[in-house]
């Protein structure tokens, strides 16, 4: 059985919309990458299978806070009367990581990929997603990074630095060398609704945004437009709308 590579991704912005909506439409679209997968395993040898689709999903959520299944409840600071009063939900989900924060003024990407398409080690597409946030960061003038043995994009992110803080976040899912979740860029992000959290369960160190460290809002769309390309340059992608 021979399968072809595809390295077309479906580029898909869905607004603002609530975070169990998408991540229901996440897992409709993670299944059925996964079963095609699954038949393509099943064809004789000699038959031809069936590319895989990607896609690249954008969007924005209402405050929630999510929790990692390896996260622990108690970086959650509020209490049930706490997210109402902060008009906050919480869900724990599936992804690795521990807590975090998305909200209005923040670029969330999904992208569901098949790694079989690009490139199967878990370690690396991490770094590549990575990678386009800095190129992008880059664009605006924001010097960022990565620190040794933690996830995500930092400012002041150099060995010895007296205030590094993170103005990107990743955490991921992936089965089958499919993946799912993705990142949470800060972009105009309300930064007072990570006070309620120990953010990705670390507690000596700060968050920001675009808008914090450049003294101005950002445009949304303009920061999307060239997250896309980046994560297209990095990954070798060939996107369709």
């Known amino acids: 059985m021979s399968i072809l590579q595809n390295k077309s991704v479906k580029v898909i912005y869905l607004g603002e919309e609530d975070y169990q909506k998408v991540w229901d439409y996440q897992e409709s679209i993670f299944k059925k990458t996964v079963d095609r997968k699954i038949d393509n395993r099943k064809l004789s040898v000699g038959s031809v299978a069936k590319a895989t689709d990607n896609y690249l999903i954008f969007c924005e959520h209402p405050h929630v806070y999510t929790l ?24 724990k989900i599936n992804r690795g990581g521990d807590i975090t924060y998305h909200g209005p003024g923040q670029i969330v990407a999904y992208p569901i990929l098949d790694l079989d398409n690009f490139f199967t080690d878990i370690h690396k597409y991490l770094r ?16 960022t990074g990565r620190i040794p043995g933690l996830t995500g994009v930092w400012v002041d992110f150099e060995e010895g630095a007296a205030d590094p803080r ?12 499919v993946t799912m979740h993705g990142l949470a860029l800060n972009v105009n992000t ?20 675009m808008q914090k460290e450049l003294g101005h809002e950002v445009s949304m769309d303009e920061v999307r437009q060239r997250l896309t390309q980046h994560l297209a340059e990095v990954f070798g992608m060939e996107l369709k709308s």
């Not at 600071?77 to 009063?85: A, C, M, P, Q, V």
């Not at 590549?128 to 010097?143: K, P, Q, W």
């Open 166 to 177: 993170k103005i990107c976040a990743l955490g991921v899912k992936s089965s089958r060398w």
């Open 68 to 91: 990692g299944k390896s996260g622990s409840i108690e970086n959650l600071l509020l209490d049930e009367e706490g997210l109402e009063r902060n008009h906050a939900q919480f869900y």
């Open 128 to 143: 590549y997603l990575e990678e386009a946030v800095i190129l992008t960061m880059a664009d605006y003038g924001i010097s």
């Open 190 to 209: 309300d930064l007072s609704y990570f006070g309620h959290i120990v953010p990705c369960g670390i507690d000596d160190k700060a968050v920001t945004s």
